[in-house]
């Protein structure tokens, strides 16, 4: 085989489809890249135990994102800001072990990255070699191309994260919509730009207008996942409380929910309870002799 010619696994990534076709090993950047350039759409999930993370690994879902989102839906903080490097370690190397297919990125919580490149190095270093994961997710667009950069230096694949940063909730004064009017919107595609240029494999875009998601997606040569940036976007990502119908109250607009878990579990505790109380359980089936 000369230089030039393509190996078996590369092969192997350029024609095998995300879904179905890689069976007999993780996925990698390099399955991603070729679904870019076949055009095949893909979906991500956030999961922050081996539980759930299994159950979406067997459903074939090809990336898991162990997000900082755990603060908010597992946690119980308002934010994603109060997350620490030890808390998104054990939660990785959870999910880790409940897959066995899936792509995991671990994400980088609030000051693990913004001090400095080496800083980022550090902490990039605890989620690949402490948890396990395949790749790393941090936010930020020119302003975290120098991080990119080195952590794709040192062999670490960096998934980037611009648009609404839930990072920055409280510079952002919430979570409103990025990238409307000109001046934003050229600066959303700098971040993408920057991103792309510094070694990310993927760029989330989240909260973004699905026509400028959409310009973005087209000059990109990586793959961008979209949360609520509309349809055009090579892939898609939703936390999975939302999209299971565990999360209480209002979730955003861009959330479709697929299932009522929540009133499901809900149902099923208050049924226990009841037997409890009655006396129904535990049955004779139930009980040793």
């Not at 998104?88 to 001090?115: C, H, N, W």
């Not at 190095?121 to 991080?147: F, I, P, Q, T, Y």
């Not at 990310?200 to 959409?214: D, M, Q, S």
Request: a negative charge; glycine letters at 12%; one cysteine or more.
């Amino acid at each position: 085989m000369n230089a030039s010619s393509p190996s078996p696994a590369q092969n192997q990534a350029s024609t095998a489809t995300l879904y179905g076709g890689v069976t007999n090993r993780r996925v990698t950047v390099r399955d991603l890249a070729a679904a870019k350039q076949r055009g095949e759409k893909w979906s991500m999930l956030t999961a922050y135990d081996a539980l759930t993370g299994g159950v979406f690994d067997e459903a074939g879902i090809p990336v898991l994102l162990v997000g900082d989102s755990a603060g908010n839906c597992h946690l119980g903080y308002e934010t994603t800001v109060p997350v620490t490097m030890d808390q998104m370690v054990m939660l990785s190397a959870a999910v880790v072990r409940g897959t066995k297919r899936a792509m995991i990125i671990g994400d980088m919580p609030f000051g693990s990255y913004q001090e400095s490149p080496a800083q980022a190095m550090h902490n990039a270093a605890r989620l690949m070699k402490e948890a396990g994961v395949g790749a790393v997710k941090l936010e930020g667009g020119e302003r975290s191309a120098r991080s990119i950069e080195l952590l794709v230096e040192a062999g670490i694949p960096v998934m980037a994260h611009i648009g609404l940063t839930p990072q920055s909730v409280h510079a952002f004064g919430g979570y409103p919509v990025q990238g409307r009017g000109d001046e934003a919107a050229h600066q959303l595609l700098r971040d993408a730009k920057a991103v792309q240029q510094a070694g990310a494999f993927a760029v989330v875009l989240e909260a973004v207008p699905a026509e400028l998601a959409a310009q973005v997606t087209g000059q990109l040569a990586i793959p961008t996942v979209g949360i609520g940036a509309g349809a055009d976007c090579d892939a898609q990502v939703l936390v999975w409380t939302d999209m299971a119908g565990m999360t209480a109250g209002r979730v955003p607009k861009f959330v479709k929910q697929y299932a009522n878990l929540r009133a499901v579990l809900g149902d099923a505790a208050r049924e226990f309870a009841a037997d409890v109380s009655g006396g129904a359980f535990p049955a004779p089936e139930h009980t040793f002799k």
